[in-house]
């Protein structure tokens, strides 16, 4: 049950704590462990930051997609 519960969260999480471990050169595992701990320490807080970058990580994907021609759009 918590194996199905966490790939929920890894498939369809936006991928904030990979790109965001890939950047600042960590593991992906210890990025997700602040964000708990943050989470709890701070009532919500993190999560509250998890969503924003979540959001601005989509925001940031759709404007700077490559798109091959006129026609793509």
Known sequence: MIQNIRY??????????TRLADRLGMKVK?????????????FGFGFGLYLTIAFWLK?????????TSVFDL
Not at 8 to 17: C, I, Q
């Open 8 to 17: 929920f969260f890894e498939r369809h999480g936006f991928y904030v704590s």
């Open 30 to 42: 210890s990025v997700r462990l602040f964000f708990i701990y943050v989470s709890f320490a701070t």
């Open 59 to 67: 925001l940031k994907d759709l404007i700077y997609t490559k798109r």
